[in-house]
């Protein structure tokens, strides 16, 4: 057995009788036992970092550790009790009252408080307290243990902040969170989803994040996952793939994906997806404009010109890709254009295009780049004849009549065709060649083909010296103030206008001729055009209506009869110049004419372009004392509801119907509704082309006014027409 030491108290009295004594002996080993745990309790208390306090049965502070002191900055019990206690450093006096409550009715407390130190700073406090009660268990007092957990109250603010800021920008982001488990099934998805895709999350979790996506993306975003699980931490861009919305369109996502599998508080792979719908629609948008033309929605120049580069990269790898470009304009387009106005001719061209587009196969390209011009770009042809055709089949597709808002319209195009060869090495030449092919087909025959060949290239470049020898011919009549004596010069030639009722001259047309010092007599059907195009049709314009009016100041001088007339033509260009009334007044003034024997012609398509502005023009031209004739009638487009409003008073007949009165019965009809129509309106009529004497007389029978052609005189320079003064051609 084991031996134990044990303490007593030893108490010997001796007594006064005798020599007895007596021994009491009292076992207090409990008692130290109990005074040195006391003792070790009292240490552990003082050193103790918690706040230990003690208050007795009536709630007075008798006893508060170091720790205490410390936490609450009171000093000694005192000062505490001043206040009212321990319980008066609660700041909410309603759980203090509670807390008080509970001690009084003989039970502990435990909880958390706001507590307020002597120097006023508000701390948050883990408060425990116990009852101590006595042997019979009454209350003798009260244990309270406080621990200070502002910093860890605060960490845990801090944290709900956070989280409550991370869970605002989660919901809010216009970024969709996803969170897959190691077999791609969603476990979360953020609210975001719902808004960007339509999809809630209950619709989700459970389902594999492949169900959505596009089945040409599904395969690739497939192995970029899983590739992503092999390595923890591992994070890589998804790049752009298709996701199904609810509404079964489809949006694009842009996406990083990062595997937080071995994370234990995600334990997923982490998708964070941006929607980019909108960026790719716009930048689509931008490609669109880049490369396609706004009103036909067809290619455009830019992606006519790649897709011509790589067909002639493809032919010369295999010389048998054979492929042909066609160019398209259309006839008299700005004539519709400028009188039905520019909406009309907007609907025109998508109409066209829509029609040319039919007649294309698949793979071929066609493309708008200009106002009323299309390219074509036929891919995998055998030869030139299914150019040909295609060309054809586009003219005949055209050519049909067209309603467009109640209007009927009618059009033509005239096309250029080239033929691909390993001499082309630049789509630009391509172009360019069919181009010099469409232009000469609407020199020669508006409305027609014709297929590039490399003589073309010496009439271009015939047309650009033509040009050069043309502008310095012309910038010499403005030198030498429009005087005729010098070797580059222009001068008029003059073709009888006569009454075909009497056969008396009654007038002269002054046509501009050309006479070069190294060409010799130049073509009006060679000069005229290029005079057109380039604007020197001005200045040249400006001398034939001087030098016009310069002779018939001659003529009415020694000749007295004073209806004699000259016709001058006006071209479009000067017709359309602001100061056109200002410079016709001018050579008035200069020359003293009667003005009365003067006679503009402009055509019908110059007075359609702007039937306006044009009736403006003339009634001031009329107010001027002239007269007006159209010239041309009935070979362009015409508006009858226009032609009543415009103060002319002459309708020339084209020759080319007068020429084939006899061998077509149509053209005779065409003649006889002109003189018809003209005469409804109070006009005279003037016949063009007159070549033979049963031309002459159907145009008698008709009720024709005047005529002029070789039947009577070729046009003829100023010393022969004076010759003609006076004359009667029958």
């Known amino acids: 057995m084991g031996s134990s030491v044990r303490q007593y108290l030893i108490v010997a009295?001796?007594?006064?009788?005798?020599?007895?004594?007596?021994?009491?002996?009292?076992?207090?080993?409990?008692?130290?036992?109990?005074?040195?745990?006391?003792?070790?309790?009292?240490?552990?208390?003082?050193?103790?970092?918690?706040?230990?306090?003690?208050?007795d049965a009536n709630g007075n502070h008798i006893f508060q550790n170091p720790a205490f002191t410390q936490l609450f900055d009171y000093r000694n019990v005192s000062e505490?009790?001043?206040?009212?206690?321990?319980?008066?450093?609660?700041?909410?006096?309603?759980?203090?009252?509670?807390?008080?409550?509970?001690?009084?009715?003989?039970?502990?407390?435990?909880?958390?408080?706001?507590?307020?130190?002597?120097?006023?700073?508000?701390?948050?406090?883990?408060?425990?307290i116990d009852v101590i009660r006595d042997a019979t268990d009454k209350?003798?007092?009260?244990?309270?243990?406080?621990?200070?957990?502002?910093?860890r109250k605060q960490a845990e603010k801090q944290l709900r902040e956070n989280e409550r800021r991370f869970r605002s920008l989660i919901e809010n982001s216009t970024d969709i969170i996803q969170i897959l488990d190691s077999h791609g099934i969603y476990q979360y998805v953020s609210p975001s989803q719902e808004r960007i895709l339509g999809y809630t999350s209950t619709e989700l979790?459970?389902?594999?994040?492949?169900?959505?996506?596009?089945?040409?993306?599904?395969?690739?975003?497939?192995?970029?996952?899983?590739?992503?699980?092999?390595?923890?931490?591992?994070?890589?861009?998804?790049?752009?793939y298709q996701v199904r919305h609810k509404n079964g369109s489809w949006c694009v996502l842009e996406a990083m994906v990062m595997n937080l599998l071995d994370d234990e508080s995600v334990q997923g792979i982490v998708i964070n997806c941006h929607d980019v719908t909108e960026k790719k629609s716009a930048q689509e948008k931008l490609r669109r404009q880049s490369f396609y033309d706004s009103l036909t929605d067809l290619p455009n120049r830019a992606l006519l010109m790649d897709r011509l580069q790589q067909a002639l990269g493809y032919i010369h790898i295999n010389s048998s890709n054979l492929f042909a470009v066609l160019t398209i304009n259309l006839d008299r387009f700005k004539i519709i254009n400028e009188s039905h106005g520019h909406s009309m001719g907007d609907k025109l061209l998508i109409e066209i295009?829509?029609?040319?587009?039919?007649?294309?196969?698949?793979?071929?390209?066609?493309?708008?780049?200009?106002?009323?011009?299309f390219v074509i770009l036929l891919e995998k042809i055998d030869d030139r004849e299914d150019a040909i055709g295609s060309a054809t089949l586009i003219q005949e597709a055209i050519a049909r009549p067209l309603e467009l808002d109640g209007d009927k319209l009618s059009i033509t195009a005239s096309i250029g065709i080239v033929i691909s060869s390993d001499d082309y090495k630049w789509a630009g030449d391509l172009v360019r060649d069919a181009n010099i092919a469409m232009d000469q087909a609407k020199v020669q025959n508006p409305g027609s083909y014709l297929v590039f060949t490399s003589s073309m290239h010496s009439y271009v470049t015939e047309m650009m010296q033509l040009e050069r020898d043309l502008r310095q011919a012309v910038d010499m009549l403005e030198e030498f103030s429009f005087s005729c004596s010098i070797a580059n010069t222009f001068l008029l030639n003059y073709q009888p206008?006569?009454?075909?009722?009497?056969?008396?001259?009654?007038?002269?047309?002054?046509?501009?001729?050309?006479?070069?010092?190294?060409?010799?007599?130049?073509?009006?059907?060679?000069?005229?055009?290029?005079?057109?195009?380039?604007g020197l049709i001005i200045p040249l314009g400006q001398w034939v209506f001087w030098e016009a009016c310069r002779q018939l100041q001659e003529w009415q001088k020694i000749y007295s009869q004073t209806n004699l007339t000259i016709a001058i033509n006006i071209s479009s260009k000067q017709f359309s110049q602001s100061n056109l009334i200002l410079q016709i007044q001018r050579i008035l003034e200069k020359t003293g004419i009667d003005v009365q024997g003067l006679k503009i012609e402009i055509t019908e398509s110059v007075v359609m372009d702007n039937a306006e502005s044009a009736t403006k023009v003339l009634s001031h031209l009329r107010e001027l004392g002239m007269q007006l004739s159209v010239d041309d009638f009935g070979t362009g487009y015409?508006?009858?509801?226009?032609?009543?409003?415009?103060?002319?008073?002459?309708?020339?007949?084209?020759?080319?119907?007068?020429?084939n009165m006899g061998v077509n019965g149509e053209n005779c009809e065409i003649v006889r509704a002109i003189v018809t129509l003209a005469h409804s309106l109070g006009l005279d009529v003037?016949?063009?082309?007159?070549?033979?004497?049963?031309?002459?007389?159907?145009?008698?029978?008709?009720?024709?006014?005047y005529g002029q052609g070789y039947l009577f005189s070729k046009p003829v320079n100023v010393t022969e027409a004076t010759a003609l003064l006076g004359t009667n051609f029958f």
Not at 356 to 362: D, E
Not at 510 to 532: C, Y
Not at 686 to 705: F, N, P
């Open 13 to 55: 009295q001796k007594y006064d009788r005798g020599n007895a004594a007596c021994t009491v002996g009292l076992d207090i080993t409990e008692l130290r036992e109990t005074e040195t745990a006391l003792a070790l309790t009292g240490k552990a208390v003082e050193s103790s970092s918690e706040a230990i306090s003690m208050t």
């Open 139 to 151: 209350i003798t007092g009260f244990v309270a243990v406080s621990t200070d957990i502002t910093e």
């Open 205 to 240: 979790i459970g389902k594999s994040v492949l169900e959505l996506i596009h089945p040409n993306d599904r395969w690739w975003v497939e192995q970029d996952i899983e590739e992503v699980k092999q390595y923890p931490k591992m994070r890589r861009g998804l790049g752009e």
């Open 497 to 534: 206008i006569v009454s075909l009722s009497t056969g008396d001259l009654v007038g002269f047309e002054a046509l501009a001729r050309w006479r070069n010092s190294e060409r010799g007599m130049v073509s009006p059907i060679k000069f005229i055009p290029i005079a057109e195009e380039t």
């Open 353 to 373: 295009a829509q029609r040319i587009k039919t007649c294309l196969r698949p793979g071929d390209t066609v493309a708008r780049i200009g106002s009323d011009e």
């Open 638 to 659: 015409s508006s009858l509801s226009y032609l009543h409003r415009f103060p002319i008073n002459t309708l020339k007949i084209d020759k080319s119907f007068v020429t």
């Open 80 to 128: 505490l009790n001043a206040i009212g206690g321990l319980l008066s450093l609660i700041v909410d006096k309603r759980v203090a009252k509670k807390i008080s409550e509970r001690m009084m009715s003989g039970s502990g407390w435990k909880g958390e408080v706001t507590c307020r130190t002597r120097r006023g700073q508000i701390i948050q406090i883990l408060m425990r």
């Open 686 to 705: 003037v016949a063009e082309g007159i070549e033979t004497e049963e031309q002459l007389t159907q145009l008698k029978d008709l009720g024709c006014e």
